[in-house]
C-alpha cells in the first residue's frame, strides 16, 4: 500500500484530512502535516522526515501538496528526489484525495501520480459545462431513439 503524506498552507492537510474521515473513515498509512504560517522550512523537512517511515510500507510514498511552488512543495519535491518510488502531486483537493485512496492498493508510486493527474483533470468542471454535458446525453438518447 502506499503512503500518503497530505501537506500544505495552513490549516489545508488537517482539513482535508478531516474531511476525508468523514467520508472514508481512518485510512491506513496516511499523515497531514499543516504548515501554519509560524513553522519553518527546516521544521517542515523535519516532520516529512518522521513521518516517511510511518507511512512508507515499502511500496513508495505520495506527497500531496496544495501549491506548485510553494514551501510543502518544495520541500517533498526535494524528499522524493531522493528515494526512488516517491511522488509529489500539487494542486490537491478533496476528490482527487478521495479518489486517489480507493485506487492506491494496486497502483505503484508512478501510477499513481498518472491516475491522480487524470482525476484532477475530470474533477475540475464547472455547473454550466456538467449541464452541457447533461443535455448532449439526453439529446443523443432523443436522437438515438431511446
Request: proline share 3%.
Amino acid at each position: 500500500m502506499l503512503g500518503i503524506i497530505i501537506s500544505g498552507h495552513g490549516g489545508f492537510a488537517s482539513g482535508l484530512a478531516e474531511a476525508m474521515e468523514q467520508i472514508l473513515g481512518k485510512q491506513p498509512c496516511v499523515v497531514a502535516i499543516d504548515f501554519p504560517e509560524s513553522s519553518t522550512t527546516a521544521r517542515l523537512e523535519r516532520q516529512f522526515a518522521q513521518a516517511i517511515p510511518t507511512v512508507d510500507q515499502g511500496d513508495g510514498v505520495v506527497f500531496l501538496t496544495d501549491l506548485l511552488g510553494g514551501t510543502p512543495f518544495r520541500v517533498a519535491s526535494l524528499l522524493a528526489m531522493r528515494v526512488p518510488g516517491r511522488e509529489v502531486i500539487t494542486g490537491t483537493n478533496l476528490q482527487l484525495l478521495l479518489e486517489m485512496l480507493l485506487e492506491r492498493d494496486d497502483l505503484s508510486a508512478s501510477e499513481f501520480r498518472i491516475e491522480a493527474l487524470a482525476c484532477g483533470h475530470r474533477g475540475l468542471t464547472s455547473l454550466a459545462d456538467e449541464m452541457n454535458k447533461e443535455q448532449q446525453a439526453q439529446a443523443g438518447l432523443v436522437e438515438g431513439g431511446i
